[in-house]
DNA sequence: AATGAAACTCGGATCTG
DNA sequence: CAGATCCGAGTTTCATT
């Protein structure tokens, strides 16, 4: 395995993206191979990290109902200063450097509306910060994580 | 079951967080209980949408490694219709509507630099579209699913 | 909570290109 | 030599008690 992936890693795939505990004598029936060749596969495709199989909540069903995306205009000597200290709030889910006026946008997420205006405060005192401009998300229509 | 969830929830989605297939019978001995437990308690968080075990390929490990997220600005009356356009999209990944001066925010992940213009000009051509208002990712530095 | 049958996992030996 | 197959022992699942 040199990092490149075939035909039969993209049916495990797509099949553990339907259900990760599938086994896989099933996903062996349904390739047409035998058990023992998923197996390997499969601990390839996650000794490389191109695979994970994890348990994933749904955040509205634990109470995670409220997000912000929030672009940051930022001191470019503090940007990695700013990264490290937004990457440190569990609320952060997403932080990227971008093109544009501002360097920074990241996503939070936390329970409530009223959770929003404590976490704003807290990525605000982060030092480094010139500007920030914060946007509430209204209603979520679509959040894969299926790049495949 | 009501809905909520409890400790013992909790310490099965923590263990299938980090490994989504951990044996039951593992985690029953992590967490002192019996497998039938583990089982049906399992069970209840898939059958109320709770927790999703699935297989999450790394979008870098497979050539997804460009990004950008997009503003629009939309007639009101073909909001509905935006979203379904872009919903419809392979490469768009997330979809919320926002407050301020865009209606809609969208995140897309393609293969390469080159891939953005042609999934830019897809998307202009939805109907409905005001205003587009791209911004390119340059490094991501956080990207989690684990709201808990 | 315990039991037992059926299904699944997983390593070794073997074969193939 | 990497990767696939066959096979058998050891685990895990899961319905029943």
New binding site residues.
């Given amino acids: ?1 040199n990092g490149q992936i075939d035909e ?1 890693d993209r049916g495990i795939i797509r099949c553990l993206s339907k259900d990760g505990r599938m ?4 996903i062996a029936t349904q390739l047409n ?5 998923i ?3 499969y601990k390839n495709l996650i000794d490389h990290e191109i695979l994970q199989v994890v348990g994933v909540v749904n955040p509205t069903a634990i109470g995670v109902k409220a997000g912000a995306i929030i672009e940051l205009m930022v001191e470019l000597m503090a940007l990695e200063q700013v990264i490290e200290g937004l990457r440190n709030l569990r609320e952060v889910r997403f932080i990227t450097t971008t093109s544009g006026k501002y360097q920074i946008m990241t996503q939070i997420a936390v329970p409530s509306q009223d959770d929003l205006s404590s976490s704003f405060k807290r990525i605000r005192d982060i030092p480094g910060i010139i500007e920030m401009n914060s946007i509430i998300q209204l209603n979520v229509y679509k959040n894969t994580f299926q790049y495949i």
């Fill in positions: 395995m039969l086994s896989f004598t099933e191979v035998t058990e023992k060749t197996r390997s596969r």
